[in-house]
């Protein structure tokens, strides 16, 4: 199994900045990418962002392009999502996930793509 431990979150004003991390441990041997989902009350699991860990290639959802940049490091099997230019409508759960099983055809942007799940972090910006 693996596992995910995610840290970062918090309360910061609008304009500002909030450094997720989220490092997978366990049989980590496996992994094939590693991403970023948001989530508000009520809502749908959002795609935010991922790193195909293979091809060594990060995607962006369009609404947080330019603003976030997700970076790897191989050695720690961790992730960051840095988060800059923070607005009121990024305020959500965040959650990272880890595919821990080989897929086809696929591009990592679905929650249903990814196998682990870390506990969730908040993030809170105020207008």
């Known amino acids: 199994q693996v596992q995910l431990v995610e840290s970062g979150g918090g309360l910061v004003q609008a304009g500002g900045s909030l450094r997720l991390s989220c490092a997978a441990s366990?049989?980590?041997?496996?992994?094939?990418?590693m991403g970023w989902f948001r989530q508000a009350p009520g809502k749908e699991r959002e795609f935010v962002s991922t790193?195909?860990?293979?091809?060594?290639?990060?995607y962006y959802a369009d609404s947080v392009k330019g603003r976030f940049t997700s970076s790897r490091d191989n050695a720690k099997n961790t992730v960051y999502l840095q988060m800059n230019s923070l607005k009121a409508e990024d305020t959500d759960v965040y959650y990272c996930?880890?595919?821990?099983?080989?897929?086809?055809?696929?591009?990592?942007?679905?929650?249903?793509?990814?196998?682990?799940w870390g506990q969730g972090t908040q993030v809170t910006v105020s207008s």
């Open positions: 366990g049989r980590t041997f496996s992994l094939y990418a």
């Open positions: 790193i195909n860990w293979i091809r060594r290639t990060t």
């Open positions: 996930a880890a595919a821990g099983s080989p897929r086809t055809a696929v591009a990592y942007t679905s929650p249903d793509e990814y196998d682990y």
